[in-house]
């Protein structure tokens, strides 16, 4: 049944929030942009593919069919984030002594399964892998040549940005104040700081391992080209949503729209949707700052990738959001709680109306999660017949991914460590403190004696019962 409230996004290009109005009713363009396969994506990555979850989820929930695409950047990528440095597939290849294909196999398949632990829908997604669509975007190169969009340096092809009047429009640029040689590494030969690479050259870097002819020589493409290329090929020259983390707003996406608009004189994308960066200690979650976790390291320290889920979505995605364990915890403990109740509740109920408009609402409202997950804890408390709350719940579980029975605990599972162990891990952590590891020992013993286990993880003891 087609959902009759107004959906509402806010849109990156015009900062405003609009009404969504596809192009196309029966089938909504969604395109976001992957991960890099040379590493483990870390958990700040996860909220970007949890952001075009919900979009996905929302879109369907008011009634309109979804085409998704979430590339695979398995070339081009270059380790300055610019069109500098080592290709980061290829660097990690070498590092480890494996195949490119090897390591792009690798971590797509640890992408994959971590978007299966967090209950992405990947059903019908479409998941094309850069290296695997040369022949398009070299098309795409030509068309910006035909059209004078571009100019040839001795490194490769680049595109004139100054040719593309609307280029600062996404980003908000003020490039007035940028000089060429800004940034280390920069080629002096560009015309402007912010003009970009469409193709490279190998040159004499005989070292590549991923290159193709082309019209223009041998090499391998620029990083926005290929998301250029993917998403007209899949999803035609002007689509509804593109999403991506902020991050990607002044580079990256704004390359993408320049270069699409100008080979194809449409416009590229009616809805940009970008999430903001999860921190930690108030600085980003990067693999460059070393304070990544992965979703395989939450599951090693007993966290469900739901209840990660269910952190992400207790804050807008617009909002940058703070990690840390305790946060983590206290999300645990709330999941946890909502899966027990929903789970024990009969089924086969009816679903409130007033409570799903009031949840739609709240989603529809440019997907404030934070408020939906409200209206859940509302209705796990409201005076209503078990069954009603359980089927409202899993209703609006259709855009919230939360739910997932195997995850209910039993009761001794769900009881709280007793005042005496916790003040036992207490005095063992002042015994640690005074390096007195002889106590620590011994109450390490007397919290084992009285059923409980302790483990040293680099965010403080963490106690489990043993039965
Ligand atoms: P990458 O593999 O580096 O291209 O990143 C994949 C996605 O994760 C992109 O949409 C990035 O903008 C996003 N991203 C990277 N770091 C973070 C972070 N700390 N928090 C949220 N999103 C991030
Ligand atoms: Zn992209």
């Excluded at 959906?7 to 969504?20: A, C, G, I, P, V």
């Excluded at 993917?230 to 999803?235: A, E, N, V």
């Excluded at 007033?354 to 989603?363: E, H, S, V």
Aim: glycine fraction near 6%.
């Amino acid at each position: 049944m087609m959902n009759q409230q107004p959906l509402y996004f806010l849109n990156t290009l015009s900062r405003q929030k609009e009404e969504f109005v596809p192009i196309n009713p029966n089938l909504v363009g969604l395109y976001s942009c992957g991960p890099t396969v040379y590493n483990y994506a870390h958990i700040g990555n996860m909220r970007s593919y949890l952001l075009s979850d919900i979009v996905r989820r929302t879109l369907e929930q008011n009634g309109y069919p979804v085409r998704q695409i979430i590339n695979i950047t398995d070339v081009g990528h270059l380790v300055g984030d610019a069109d500098n440095g080592e290709d980061k597939v290829e660097q990690a290849a070498r590092a480890s002594n494996h195949t490119v294909a090897d390591i792009i196999t690798q971590y797509k398949s640890a992408f994959l399964s971590d978007l299966s632990g967090l209950n992405i829908k990947t059903t019908e997604t479409i998941f094309p892998h850069a290296s695997q669509h040369i022949a398009e975007q070299i098309e795409l190169i030509k068309k910006l040549e035909n059209k004078g969009f571009v100019y040839h340096l001795d490194d490769g092809i680049y595109f004139d940005t100054k040719l593309y009047d609307k280029y600062p429009e996404l980003g908000h640029l003020n490039l007035d104040g940028q000089t060429a040689g800004t940034r280390i590494e920069e080629n002096a030969q560009k015309r402007s700081p912010a003009d970009f690479a469409l193709w490279k050259f190998s040159g004499l870097q005989s070292t590549r391992l991923q290159e193709w002819d082309s019209p223009w020589g041998v090499g391998f493409p620029g990083w926005a080209i290929e998301c250029s290329a993917m998403s007209i090929k899949y999803l035609g020259a002007h689509f509804d949503i593109h999403t991506g983390g902020e991050d990607h707003i002044p580079v990256h996406h704004t390359n993408e729209r320049a270069q699409s608009e100008c080979a194809t004189g449409e416009t590229f994308v009616n809805y940009w949707l970008h999430n903001a960066f999860i921190t930690v200690d108030g600085k980003k979650m990067a693999k460059s700052e070393q304070n990544f976790y992965t979703i395989t390291d939450l599951v090693a320290k007993g966290y469900s990738p739901l209840a990660y889920r269910y952190f992400i979505l207790g804050a807008h995605y617009r909002s940058p959001l703070n990690f840390t364990f305790e946060a983590l915890a206290g999300a645990k403990r709330a999941w946890q709680k909502i899966n027990n109740m929903v789970w024990a509740w009969p089924s086969g109920g009816q679903c409130d109306e007033q409570l799903l408009t009031t949840f739609m609402t709240a989603i529809n409202n440019d997907l404030n999660t934070a408020k939906a997950l409200a209206i859940l804890h509302e209705t796990m408390n409201a005076n209503l017949e078990p069954s009603t709350k359980r089927a409202t719940i899993e209703k609006f579980d259709e855009v919230l991914g939360i739910l997932n029975e195997a995850e209910v605990l039993s009761a001794s599972e769900l009881t709280p460590i007793p005042e005496e162990i916790l003040s036992l891990v207490q005095d063992r952590e002042i015994a640690r403190e005074r390096a007195d590891w002889g106590r620590a020992d011994l109450i390490r013993a007397e919290i084992e004696a009285k059923g409980y286990e302790v483990e040293d993880t680099p965010e403080g003891p963490a106690i489990k019962s043993r039965n």
